[in-house]
């Protein structure tokens, strides 16, 4: 699907993203991309599309997403119902992304602009109601794969974890973690346990050029052996290991129409709903997750800008990751209206493209 999709300028994408990414901890500054493949029939409300718009104050985020097929509310379907006048996602093609990423950090990669030929399946998909082979082959398929950096996917079956994990190491991915709630929820519960199953790349001590375990970026040798090698490790996350409340998976399963969720999202990036409200709580776990995982939270200096105050959370959990720090910059994300901002560029950036 990767290879049918429409071919973005890669030359253009790559100068815009070296150029506008903020390198921080072990982040490099390239894409991030958080998504489930849905069909869990929980129809929690649209965490992961949410978490990607409060990663972006600190992210480049190409969120990959489409309609509902098998839920009330897709991720399209919630950025469309944004009122008064939401994105033009329409206005997001193979052409015009580059253009996207010079004024904002954040794009949403409607599947159907870049995977055309998915057009011919859409209806059946949502008559059907159920979840198909095409809800496991979306997470994987986003357009600029080969410039995602770091990534989470959720998945709603807890036998796809090492699946998932293994098709992902394979296809080369630097940092990704595949998650799946107890419940078989396709995102990090609030409710309790997510397994999960961690992607990343470490020094290869067969390689040359490899002192210590460190990659010796000056050596010019042709190693017959790769520097780094991918490795997946296995773990549990709990709400406790980010600082947070369990929440009843309930309280943020409203099954609401996408004009609903709209609402409750706009509520959350304006900073109007409790610091321990669910919906909320939900967010912040997933958006810290991505956040850990990009490496962000490596850095042991803070200066996200106003409202930041600079005291960095060290303390790691399971998976050897800073989840509270992640949390910590995650709530500054809504309480100092970047999210916002960031949702406001995007909107603003779209409509101009497609004007």
Known sequence: MREAAAQINRIDLK???????????????????????????????????TASILASSLLLVAKHGNRASSSTSGSA??????????????AVTA???????????????????????MRHVAA?????????????LGPLA?????????????????????????????????KAMVVC??????????????????????????????KNGQVDDESTSDEEEPRTIAEIDQFALRPADFGLPSCPLSEVSPGKLPRENAEILMKLLRNELPKDNPVLV???????????????????????GPGDDG?????TGPGGLRWKEGVRRARWAVESGQALASLNNFIEVTNECGS
């Open 15 to 49: 100068t815009v993203v070296r150029s506008r990414g903020r390198r921080e901890g072990s982040y490099k500054g390239g894409l991030c991309d958080i998504v489930g493949t849905g069909g869990d029939g929980h129809s929690t409300f649209n965490v992961s599309t």
């Open 77 to 90: 379907d919630l950025l469309q119902a944004i009122a008064p006048k939401g994105p033009n996602i329409e």
């Open 95 to 117: 052409e015009t992304l580059p253009q996207i990423y010079e004024k904002t950090n954040y794009a949403f990669l409607f599947a159907p602009k870049f995977h055309t030929g």
């Open 124 to 136: 059946i998909r949502k008559e059907l109601g159920f979840r198909t082979i095409f809800n496991l």
């Open 142 to 174: 986003n357009p600029v794969h080969d410039l995602i950096e770091a990534q989470i996917v959720g998945v709603a079956q807890q036998d796809m974890l090492p699946i998932f994990a293994e098709s992902l190491r394979f296809s080369g991915a630097d």
């Open 181 to 210: 709630g107890a419940e078989n929820l396709d995102e990090i519960s609030c409710a309790g346990i997510t397994h999960c199953r961690r992607i990343s790349k470490r020094p290869n001590p067969k390689a040359n050029g490899v």
């Open 282 to 304: 939900f967010v912040l776990i997933n958006t810290a997750a991505l956040l850990a995982i990009s490496g962000i939270c490596d850095a042991n200096i803070s200066d996200m």
């Open 311 to 315: 005291n960095v959370i060290r303390e």
